[in-house]
């Protein structure tokens, strides 16, 4: 692929409906699904230039750079669509700035060290999404550690469950080296039929670790104080929690590891559970106070 590209000719065609979790689901408010629209479309835009396989590395840089071109005044029109979509709401483009920093890692980054460095690529990769749609509903800023803690974690189920893909298509690989290296192995296990048994040991202790980040998020739906809000991080929350346990179980290298529409309906009903059962014990707990 040579010459000057434009977006356009990179963008994969996949939108919100095919992403692993709820995007400005049903749950959300009309009054806030503008921005967070915005902003994903932004971001979808961003990351098929980031993940385009064959697209030199300068050109995608260069078009990233129209994004961010974009956020601070004249660039991409998705990046200007966002910042006009911000403005009226009187919130920050850094969180957008924050996820481009990310997309730029993208195309020169390949490898990553250690988890440190895995959690700080999903510093800027994953927690300013939540954060965005935090400060959409006006949220405290004390939910961000949880936040953070629950991005991450989606963000790594990510990694594991294309860590094949990711390695044949773009030869990225975001299992920590140091992690690889532990279990005797290198980085073209990942291009292999199914996993030794080394992998799945590296596979299953790195998901444990992102299910540390999920007992850190698991007090998060109950910090948000928008109700539509706090239930929809209960259900991303739960979708989460079942993918650890589906790559604890299989192997991401030759096993379906994503949710079915048919394995999606009772989590969701599980987490609605989970929520109103919250609710009910928070309510409890406030009448015993009372009373005393």
């Known amino acids: 692929m040579t010459g000057t590209l434009t977006t356009a000719e990179l963008q994969s065609g996949k939108d919100h409906r095919n992403e692993n979790f709820p995007v400005a689901s049903i749950l959300i408010r009309k009054a806030y699904r503008a921005p967070i629209m915005a902003f994903y479309r932004f971001a979808r835009a961003a990351d098929d230039i980031a993940d385009h396989p064959t697209a030199p590395a300068a050109e995608k840089l260069r078009l990233l750079e129209e994004f961010r071109a974009g956020l601070t005044g004249r660039g991409a029109e998705d990046a200007m669509a966002l910042r006009e979509s911000l403005v009226a709401k009187n919130l920050t483009t850094q969180h957008a700035l ?9 195309c020169t980054m390949l490898r990553y060290p250690d988890w440190d460095a895995l959690m700080d690529y999903c510093r800027y990769s994953a927690m300013p999404v939540g954060r965005l749609v935090l400060d959409v509903h006006g949220e405290a800023r004390s939910t961000w550690p949880a936040n953070d803690a629950l991005c991450a974690a989606l963000q790594i189920v990510n990694h594991l469950q294309d860590c094949k893909k990711d390695y044949l298509a773009l030869d990225r690989v975001y299992i920590p080296q140091d992690a690889l290296a532990a279990a005797g192995l290198t980085v073209d296990v990942l291009g292999a039929e ?68 048919l394995e999606l309906l009772p989590l969701l009903a599980q987490a609605t559970a989970r929520f109103l059962g919250r609710g009910r014990e928070k309510r409890a707990l406030r009448l015993a106070g009372g009373s005393q």
């Open 98 to 106: 924050d996820l481009l920093e990310a997309f730029r890692r993208d």
């Open 194 to 261: 199914t996993s030794t048994l080394g992998l799945r040991r590296t596979i299953s202790d790195l998901t444990k670790r992102t299910m540390g980040l999920l007992e850190v998020a698991r007090p998060f739906a109950s910090q948000i104080a928008d109700a539509r809000l706090a239930l929809e991080v209960s259900v991303i929350q739960k979708l989460a929690e079942d993918l650890c346990g589906k790559l604890l179980r299989r192997d991401p290298l030759s096993e379906r590891v994503h949710h079915t529409k």
